[in-house]
């Protein structure tokens, strides 16, 4: 079945960058997400990037992904204190959210 | 404004006593979700339901029932908890439309069984 995985936690200083990855086993995956989730709450969707594309840009988010690696990252520039929260990648190969398959999510922490 | 909203969003109980997680959405999504939060085991799904009186299992459904009779209801019932189902869960929901993907959660329901 379908595997997706992440480290489970990054500390990075405000003001740098963080780049946060996932590694996917199904290469049939069609549609990746980021998903965030701040303390308290639910996941909210941050991004998403269909297999075709090799990056996506939004603000101070880029998204990279290595189709080949199975490989997928997202970049946070000048990263601030509100930016502290758990971010989850999943993949789909339908697209659907039915089909969705999450990672164990990375804890990022930003540090004074 | 458009959410999904549980609760309790905290509960205490002890084993075997049947409790009901309730959900409501206000988007008129076809779809909704129950998936259950571990630590280092990341969204694991519980059960889903593609439309009214529609619904399977998801990668855990062991102990748990749903039943969505409404298209705006879908209620996670636990017959007879264990401590092994202590968790925060989430419901979801989404238009069940191939690009979307996006889910929308609820604020999450943490779950002890004592």
Known sequence: GEDVEQSLF?????????????????????????YKQEPGAGLQLLTYIFSNMDMKQDQRLTVLLNKKDKHLSLRIADTQTGDSAI?????SYTGTASKLTFGTGTRLQVTL | EAQVTQNPRYLITVTGK???VTCSQNMNHEYMSWYRQDP??????????????VTDKGDVPEGYKV?????????LILESPSPNQTSLYFCASSLYRAGTGELFFGEGSRLTVL
């Open chain 2, 40 to 53: 280092g085991l990341g969204l694991r799904q519980i059960y889903y339901s593609m439309n009214v009186e």
């Open chain 2, 18 to 20: 049947k409790l009901t």
């Open chain 1, 10 to 34: 990054l500390s990075v200083r405000e003001g740098d960058s963080s780049v946060i990855n996932c590694t996917y086993t199904d290469s049939s995956s069609t549609y990746l997400y980021w």
């Open chain 1, 87 to 91: 971010y989850f990648c999943a993949e």
């Open chain 2, 67 to 75: 039943s969505r009779k409404e298209k705006r209801n879908f209620p």
